[in-house]
């Protein structure tokens, strides 16, 4: 690749405008830890389970957009945070349902509302094509760096991966 210096106008604007996604993304993340020490995919979680009432494991996941095995594991440091209880179902002994508590209750309604929130506010206020373009282009930047079969949730979060603690 050239040097930075030498990229066509467009290439230089689009990597710009690409790493200040990144950069806002990370501070959001890191703005949410710091002030309540929580990660935004446990305060998604949270907000759903506010939302939504108690759910089975397997419904939160898929309304987090995650995988079950990451939704366990955001689970499992809410519940050792006492934000969240898990009881087995009567009908079903496999099956587990996860619910908020009052302290997660509080802990969801003084978080700094998550980033994400924000860009559909701003969608919402532009025409549908507009909307349509952007989304265009994004996929096909993700199809330009190779990144289509990479899975991802629509959580906006920059965490390091951590093969055994996934969030």
């Known amino acids: 690749m050239t040097p930075d210096h030498e990229l066509p106008d467009y290439e230089v604007r689009i990597l710009r405008a690409i790493r200040r996604i990144i950069r806002a993304v990370d501070m959001h993340s890191k703005q949410l830890q710091g002030k309540q020490d929580i990660t935004t995919p446990q305060l998604i979680a949270l907000l759903a389970l ?21 939704t366990v594991g955001v689970i499992d440091r809410l519940e050792h945070k006492g934000m969240v209880t898990r009881t087995r179902s009567i009908d079903d002994r496999r099956q587990v349902h996860v619910a908020i508590t009052p302290e997660g209750k509080t802990l969801a309604t003084l978080s700094p509302f998550p980033l994400q929130a924000r860009l559909a506010d701003g969608l919402s206020n532009m025409p549908e094509l507009e909307q349509a373009t952007i989304a265009l282009s994004l996929e096909r930047l993700v199809s330009l760096f190779g990144a289509s079969n990479i899975d991802a949730s629509a959580i906006l979060a920059v965490d390091p ?3 055994e603690s996934p969030e």
Not at 50 to 70: C, F
Request: no cysteine.
């Open 50 to 70: 506010e939302k939504h009432g108690a759910m089975p494991v397997k419904t939160l996941s898929q309304s987090l957009d995650l995988s079950p095995s990451t």
């Open 161 to 163: 991966i951590h093969a």
